[in-house]
Structures are given as structure tokens and as C-alpha cells.
């Protein structure tokens, strides 16, 4: 245990830093009941807030940073206190005391020199689309494609952003990317409590939309989404922003795209945090998959507002999770027991830990981890 700034009341550094709703916390116990740690170690939150409240701002280094941010907690709290925010605001606390996990270290060091976590080179940024006829962003483009950084550099994840990319040249839409200008969106590193760093990322991305012509833009990943559309206009940042499910939704209502092929296939479908239960989005990929001929579309075991996480929120995407402590083992495991083929989702920090939760278990030959992007794009 360590106690930060013992000269001053852990709450009052705790609100000063965002969390200013930890006052209105009434120990209930909902956010413990209702975190998903507690499905595979114990994690107490109530007690952790507790102890902020009363100044006694005692640090477990570990505990701190196991929030993913699902908002589990948030969508069940009767008092609206914004434990994401408290966690946020501790983690920030942490950082101007350097004591940050090592992993995440290295992460902020790379968004802060090559705009991406992974330290890979800018100008390697649109690889994903060698052999594509992708467009780069001019004025006269009416949409902005955003692949985010994990289908951009990730191979693992690549996929997502061609067959985005495929759909919307088959629709006609006229669109571009931007490539080597493109930063990361910021989104996990403020949830890590990297208020500067976030700015830095996000200002630079809105000078660049800004000074390129963006109104509108598509993304894959439901982090990007929440940070464009939620986040980005405090700084100045005001563009139309809608998800690939959202987008694609509204490309087969309008007759743009047709599904011509078919997929016979069991397909169970894993709501993001992000897309659910942060945004409301629910109904549009579902949409989206039933409307495929051939595919039989089943929900998880816990689905929609009450959606188990994958683990990858809250800057977890760049943390280690002990092997018996990983929530994608088990929404994998509950797939394969549910006969399904695919296992589909909309969001690339799911798809990194289901398939390497499937790589883990040696069932690659069982089950298939899809995006709702790349499913569509097959039966086009």
C-alpha cells in the first residue's frame, strides 16, 4: 500500500482531477455486485471510493488499473455517480506520481512520439490497404473513413478496415482516408487518466479533419466513436460521426448495398461496452446480421445493457490479464458451448482478445471471431 500526497484529502484531489460525483456516493455496494472482476477474482470499488471519500486515498497499484471502463457500474448506480470518471480521476493522480504499469508506460510514450500505441512508424499507417483502391481525403470527398489504430497496424485486425473500405466502394460512396495524418483518437489513454496526452491527440486530429474538409466520418471502432462524438466537441471538434454498423444499417436501408450471398452459419452476437451500453447501440447490428440469408443469429448468454466485457477497455487493451482472469476465455467459451460458427462483434479491441482467447484454448478450428464488416462485405 501506498498513500499519494498525504497533504492533501484524496477526495478533494479526486475531483479537482474529474471525479467530482464521488460525494454522492452512498456505499450501496450496486458497482461491486455489478463489476465484472468479481466473476473471476475479488474487486471491490465501493470500498476503494470509501476510502477516497475519507481521505484515505491508499494506493494497491493492481486494483487502481482493473477498471475497463465497461460501465457496468455507471448504467446501475442510483445515485448517477460516474465511477469510470473516479477511476479516471485516481489514475490520473497515479500518472503525476509515476506509478503507472510498465506496459502503459510504453504505450503513452509511443501516442506521445508516433501517434499510436503500438510505436509502429507513421508513414506504415496505411498498409492495411496494399492492394486496395483506397482514396486518400480530398475536399470533394463527402466521408471521411477512419480505420482507428488497431485495424491500421494490427494484422489480426486488418480485415476490418478492408472490407469497410470494399463495402463503401460497391456502394459508390464517395469516400477517402487520411492515412499518415491520422493520430490515434485519444480515447483509451484519457481512460488511463492522460488528460494532456488526450488533448494532444485530440486537438491534433481536429486541426487535421478541420484543415482537410471533414464534415462526416464512418469509424470502426465504438472508443473512436464515443471520443468523436462525445469528447472531441468540448475541444472544438463538431463532425457527424456514425459507427460501421450504424453506417452499414443505413446503406441496405437505402437499397446501396444488396446481400446477395448466403451464410449458412450460426452466428452469436457480442455487444462492446462502447457501442452498448456507453452509446445505446444495439439494434442496428443486429439489423445488420439478420438480414443476411442463411444466418442464424443468436444473442450471448448475457447480452445487450447487461453484455459481459471483453477486457480490453480502460487501457486494458495494453495490460496484462492473468490467464484464468480473462473475460474474453469465457464469452468464447459460452459461444462454442452455444454450437455457434461465428462469434461476431463490432469492435477491434474484441476481436484482438477473442482470438487470442481462441488461440489459447487451440479452437480455431471450432469457431470463427468476425466483424459485422467483414461478414457483410462477403455477401455483397
Not at 24 to 33: A, E, H, I, K, S
Not at 173 to 187: D, H, K, P, R, S
Not at 340 to 363: E, G, R, V, W
Amino acid at each position: 500500500m501506498q498513500i499519494v500526497a498525504p497533504f492533501r484529502e484524496a477526495a478533494d484531489l479526486i475531483k479537482e482531477a474529474g471525479g467530482e460525483k464521488l460525494k454522492l456516493c452512498f456505499q450501496c455496494g450496486l458497482c461491486t455486485v455489478s463489476c465484472p472482476w468479481n466473476i473471476v477474482r475479488a474487486f471491490l470499488p465501493h470500498k476503494m471510493l470509501r476510502q477516497a471519500q475519507f481521505g484515505l486515498f491508499e494506493l494497491d497499484e493492481e486494483d487502481w488499473w482493473l477498471c475497463t471502463t465497461c460501465n457496468t457500474c455507471g448504467s446501475r448506480c442510483p445515485r448517477g455517480v460516474s465511477i469510470i470518471d473516479i477511476m479516471r480521476a485516481a489514475r490520473s493522480i497515479m500518472i503525476e506520481n509515476r506509478m503507472v504499469p510498465a506496459s502503459l508506460r510504453s504505450v503513452m510514450a509511443s501516442l506521445g512520439s508516433v501517434g499510436n500505441p503500438m510505436g509502429e512508424p507513421r508513414e506504415r499507417r496505411l498498409d492495411w490497404a496494399k492492394g486496395l483502391d483506397v482514396r486518400p481525403f480530398t475536399r470533394d470527398s463527402d466521408l471521411l473513413y477512419f480505420p482507428g489504430c488497431i485495424p491500421a497496424y494490427d494484422s489480426n485486425v486488418s480485415g476490418v478496415a478492408r472490407a469497410t473500405v470494399g463495402i463503401l466502394q460497391k456502394a459508390g460512396i464517395n469516400y477517402g482516408v487520411l492515412g499518415t495524418a491520422e493520430n490515434c483518437c485519444g480515447e483509451s489513454i484519457r481512460k488511463a487518466g492522460h488528460t494532456s496526452l488526450f488533448e494532444q491527440l485530440a486537438k491534433s486530429n481536429i486541426d487535421t479533419f478541420n484543415d482537410s474538409g471533414v464534415t462526416e466520418i464512418v469509424v470502426s471502432s465504438p472508443h473512436c466513436y464515443t471520443t468523436f462524438k462525445d469528447e472531441y466537441p468540448e475541444l472544438g471538434g463538431n463532425f457527424k460521426v456514425s459507427h460501421s454498423t450504424q453506417y452499414l444499417a443505413r446503406l441496405l436501408d437505402e437499397g446501396k448495398i444488396k446481400l446477395t450471398g448466403e451464410l449458412n452459419k450460426k452466428v452469436v452476437y457480442h455487444d462492446p461496452c462502447y457501442l452498448g451500453r456507453h452509446q445505446g447501440i444495439y439494434d442496428e447490428p443486429r439489423q445488420v446480421l439478420s438480414r443476411i440469408p442463411g444466418v442464424e443469429l443468436m444473442d450471448e448468454v448475457d447480452s445487450r445493457e447487461n453484455s459481459l466485457c471483453c477486457g480490453g477497455g480502460g487501457g486494458r487493451i495494453w495490460m496484462e490479464t492473468k490467464k484464468d482472469e480473462r473475460f474474453s476465455d469465457i464469452l468464447v467459451a459460452q459461444a462454442i458451448e452455444r454450437g455457434a460458427d461465428i462469434l461476431a462483434t463490432a469492435c477491434p479491441y474484441c476481436i484482438l482478445n477473442f482470438k487470442d482467447s481462441l488461440l489459447t484454448a487451440n479452437k480455431e478450428d471450432v469457431l470463427e471471431i468476425r466483424d459485422i464488416s467483414e461478414i457483410v462485405e462477403a455477401v455483397i
